[in-house]
T-cell receptor
Framework: GIQVEQSPPDLILQEGANSTLRCNFSDSVNNLQWFHQNPWGQLINLFYIPSGTKQNGRLSATTVATERYSLLYISSSQTTDSGVYFCAVEPGRGGSFKTIFGAGTRLFVKA | NAGVTQTPKFRVLKTGQSMTLLCAQDMNHEYMYWYRQDPGMGLRLIHYSVGEGTTAKGEVPDGYNVSRLKKQNFLLGLESAAPSQTSVYFC?????????????FGQGTRLTVV
């Protein structure tokens, strides 16, 4: 099955710093989403981005489907950005409707 | 618009007991999913459904059963709970004309089996 790899696995930032999180996937995908899991465990939709670039405030994401990767940019990080960021893909072959998650990037933003 | 709602939010079971987790969505989504999340890990797919009356196995289906009798509900059953099933369970739904394949998640159910 498809492999979804996220990097880095852990990241510590000083408040105000910028960062880039990466998601690589091993096969073609129909869909790709980025989620933030906050310290209370809630999963929050950030972007639905099977291709192209989207921006939402301090966050933006780019997916290059032909090269099988997606990037999540966090600018001017805040302590409330702490948590785990997941990339999730829907494989593009065989009519699969499963959404497969990467292991996540754990982010801690220091005040 | 409540989105995806899971019931209950917390539960403690004794080994061998049974229980059912309920997931309800009000977005008219065709697809529904059950995942489990273990400490320090991503979500793993247990079972999923592509429509009312249909279910299919995901990555880790053993020890679980599901039913989708109504489009808006997806039930996850544990017939004989084991400590290895201690986890946080998430339900999700996706696919409608309005939202496409974007997945929306419930708030999670924290299950402990002792």
């Amino acid at each position: 099955g498809i492999q979804v790899e996220q990097s880095p696995p852990d990241l510590i930032l000083q408040e105000g710093a910028n960062s880039t999180l990466r998601c690589n996937f091993s096969d073609s995908v129909n869909n790709l989403q980025w989620f933030h899991q906050n310290p209370w465990g809630q999963l929050i939709n950030l972007f639905y981005i099977p291709s192209g670039t989207k921006q939402n405030g301090r966050l933006s994401a780019t997916t290059v489907a032909t090269e099988r990767y997606s990037l999540l940019y966090i600018s001017s990080s805040q302590t409330t950005d702490s948590g785990v960021y997941f990339c999730a893909v829907e494989p593009g072959r065989g009519g699969s409707f499963k959404t497969i998650f990467g292991a996540g990037t754990r982010l801690f933003v220091k005040a | 618009n409540a989105g995806v709602t899971q019931t209950p939010k917390f539960r403690v079971l004794k080994t061998g007991q049974s229980m059912t987790l309920l997931c309800a969505q009000d977005m008219n989504h065709e697809y529904m999913y059950w995942y489990r999340q273990d400490p320090g890990m991503g979500l793993r797919l247990i079972h999923y459904s592509v429509g009312e009356g249909t279910t299919a196995k995901g990555e880790v289906p053993d020890g679980y059963n599901v039913s989708r009798l109504k489009k808006q509900n997806f039930l996850l059953g544990l017939e004989s709970a084991a400590p290895s099933q201690t986890s946080v369970y998430f339900c999700a739904s996706s696919y409608s004309v309005d939202t496409g394949a974007e997945a929306f998640f419930g708030q999670g159910t924290r299950l402990t089996v002792v």
